[in-house]
Every structure is written in C-alpha cells, then in structure tokens.
C-alpha cells in the first residue's frame, strides 16, 4: 500500500505562483515514476507533468514553460512549482504514483485562478 497526501491548492489570481506537494509513504520502493494529473468537471483526468525515478520528465504543451516538476527523494515528495497561472489551470490536481503494474493516486487538491 502506498499513501500520497497532497498540499499547497489554493486560490491564486492569474499570474501568480502555487507550489503543490505529494508525500509519498508506504511501499514505495517500486515506483518508477510519479506524476501530477488534472481534472476539470465534465473532462477527462489530464497528464500535467511527470517524473521517472532516474529524473526525466515530461510535460503537458499547456505548461511547458510555466510548471516544473521535481522530487526530494529523502522525503519521498514530489513538488510541482506552477508560475504564470491562468484561468484556465483551474482544476482538481491529483498526484500519482506509477508501480509496473499499477498505480496510486492522491485526494487531490484544488487550484482556483482568478482572472
């Protein structure tokens, strides 16, 4: 079993700055990658950003530029610095975990950009 406990969602006005953060706990040997997903009501959960254990990332186009994955792998956390925020990143931002053959995901943690 893994745990993922996400902070750092809150209410932003557009062109500011969140730092998201997901503690991980549990078996967490395995994971190869961990990631931070998006979801809007109405749409599909979206890829926002990942990370592999080695450290490569990748990147939605929609935040190439503005968001930076990263991992502190002595805490078991991984963070997501957003800059430049938009309206339009306003959603329910879930962190996961990816196992070889399944994955964890966290409550989720609200961002809301103002305009």
């Known amino acids: 079993q893994v745990q993922l406990v996400e902070s750092g969602g809150g209410l932003v006005q557009a062109g500011g700055s969140l730092r998201l953060s997901c503690a991980a706990s549990?078996?967490?040997?395995?994971?190869?990658?961990m990631g931070w997903y998006r979801q809007t009501p109405g749409k599909q959960r979206e890829l926002v950003a990942i990370i592999t254990g080695g450290g490569t990332t990748n990147y939605a186009d929609s935040v190439k530029g503005r968001f930076t994955i990263s991992r502190d792998n002595a805490k078991n956390t991984v963070y997501l610095q957003m800059n430049s925020l938009k309206p339009e990143d306003t959603a329910v931002y879930y962190c996961?975990?990816?196992?070889?053959?399944?994955?964890?995901w966290g409550q989720g943690t609200l961002v809301t950009v103002s305009e």
């Open positions: 996961n975990a990816k196992f070889v053959k399944f994955e964890y």
């Open positions: 549990g078996s967490i040997f395995s994971i190869y990658a």
